[in-house]
């Protein structure tokens, strides 16, 4: 491992669990001087909770400052321990179940301050809301949605200084019974689109995204140089850019 060069390592510690990654530093004096290198090395090293509860009791007593985060399944209360410790700036969530709109839009402002890339991918929250929260992120640059709740996309809608980049996946259409849940409004692109200052946006399977509409909200920006939308093949819509 120690004749690894950087690129190599950090790709060996990709498929490491938290606790493993924090075991890596104790095998020897030069395993530890590898991964505390640089910060940068720090910063491209993922924590990956498979199993939270664990994971977190691992991480409290760690004085290493991680900033990259990927939570999969159901996150417990107590993972706010642990959220509230670091300064994160890149987060993966994937199939979360949330209890209410209230608790991921509180777990949402904790992170906001700090992130730069977010990818959020099948976010259930087991409520119909009424009203929506538009929450800042100063620094988000690139953000990512896979089947996307009119709930989940609305934090989105506040100010975005720094967001340059967005690319919105839909499988709705293979979960028809839940399409008016799952598939965000072409409105809201465009609320999205004028607020901020997208250079780059792409929507895959978006059968939401009507041509006319997506052709007002590219002539409107002053900044959006790429539009990609690309549509199933298997439904016979052809694809476009």
Not at 1 to 29: G, H, P, Q, T
Not at 39 to 51: G, P, Q, S, V
Not at 116 to 142: A, S, Y
Request: charge should be neutral; charged fraction near 25%; aromatic fraction near 12%.
């Amino acid at each position: 491992i120690e004749n690894l060069n950087d690129d190599c390592f950090l790709e060996v510690l990709k498929y490491l669990s938290v606790r493993d990654l924090l075991n890596v530093s104790l095998v020897s004096r030069k395993w530890n001087e590898k991964f505390n290198s640089s910060k940068k090395t720090l910063d491209r090293i993922w924590l990956r909770f498979y199993e939270p509860l664990g994971d977190v009791n691992c991480l409290m007593n760690s004085t290493r400052e991680y900033s990259s985060f990927k939570v999969q399944y159901m996150m417990p209360v107590k993972m706010n321990l642990v959220f509230n410790k670091f300064k994160w700036k890149n987060i993966i969530l994937r199939d979360q179940e949330w209890k209410s709109y209230n608790e991921f839009v509180e777990f949402m402002k904790k992170l906001a301050p700090t992130v730069e890339t977010l990818d959020l991918w099948d976010i259930d929250i087991k409520e119909e809301v009424v009203v929506f929260t538009k929450i800042d992120f100063p620094k988000l640059k690139k953000l990512e949605m896979n089947l996307t709740t009119r709930a989940a996309f609305s934090i989105f809608l506040g100010v975005n200084p720094m967001l340059k980049e967005v690319k919105i996946t839909d499988y709705s259409f293979k979960f028809p019974r839940a399409q008016d849940q799952l598939m965000a409004p072409t409105n809201m692109i465009h609320e999205l689109i004028k607020a901020n200052r997208i250079e780059k946006l792409t929507l895959l399977y978006c059968m939401w995204a009507f041509e006319h509409d997506l052709t007002e909200s590219y002539t409107n920006s002053a900044y959006l140089n790429t539009l990609t939308v690309t549509f199933d093949s298997a439904l016979n819509v052809p694809n476009a850019q």
